[in-house]
């Protein structure tokens, strides 16, 4: 049986300071779960990382984002050795946000996914379509090209180890979730686009999540889906309370 999986982004929010109160109150509930079936993550600033990996029990850290060369003349970027080196072991990869307004493209994804498959870590791969798309139903292609163009030239054993994170542009931080239904049917189609292209052995250990909107109340309706497997929470995932009540949430 799958784990579930809970990962709060919390994009560029929280201070170091805030991010120690939050550490500090996770960290027994993060330890008291990792005997369950449930998987808790963080996805913290570059700068609270490492604080958040010493004092937050066993939450997984996540990168928000990395660079795809190992070092070089690329101000502002952040490299996966230099992560490696604290001890992060996963990263976000093609939040919309990131594909908004850092104008990154299925092939930079691709990109980065392969430089994290060299150093052996992590990905949640986000993949969704704007509100125009879905209008226009056009949802599964675009859902389809990301995912067949980010995940290009990797391994099947890395895609096999890989979560995905169905995220509509039109859902994130409006409060406007997507319905159980859809985000059901995207998550299974995902499977299903990797399956056709790798096989059913590949797409059978990749996780899928629903990310857009996902609040203490509406969690447990998405994970109680068969076909999806865990949530990536913005807004939800910013204060102690909330977070805890959305494991409670899931727990039961
Ligand atoms: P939201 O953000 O939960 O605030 O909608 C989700 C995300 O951006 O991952």
Known sequence: MKRKILVGNWKMNKTMKEAIEFANALKDKSIEVEKENIILGIAPSYLCLPIVQKLGGSLI????????????????????????????????????????????TNETCNLKLKALEKHDMNAIYCVGETLKEYEEDKTKSVIKK??????EGL??????????????????????NASKEIASDICKY???????????????????????SVKPNNIKEYLDDEHIDGALVGGASLKPESFIEMIENIRG
């Not at 990301?146 to 995940?151: D, I």
């Open 61 to 104: 850290t996540y990168a928000q984002n990395v660079h795809y060369e190992e070092s070089g003349a690329f101000t502002g970027e952040v490299s996966i050795p230099m992560l490696e080196e604290i001890g992060v072991s996963a990263s976000l990869i093609g939040h919309s946000e990131r594909r908004t307004y850092f104008k990154e």
């Open 146 to 151: 990301q995912v067949l163009k980010g995940l």
């Open 155 to 176: 391994s099947e054993e890395y895609i096999s180890e890989l979560t995905i994170a169905y995220e509509p542009v039109w859902s994130i931080g409006t409060g406007k």
């Open 190 to 212: 995902i499977v299903d686009v990797i399956a056709d292209k790798y096989g059913d052995e590949v797409a059978s250990g990749v996780y899928v999540l629903y990310g857009g």
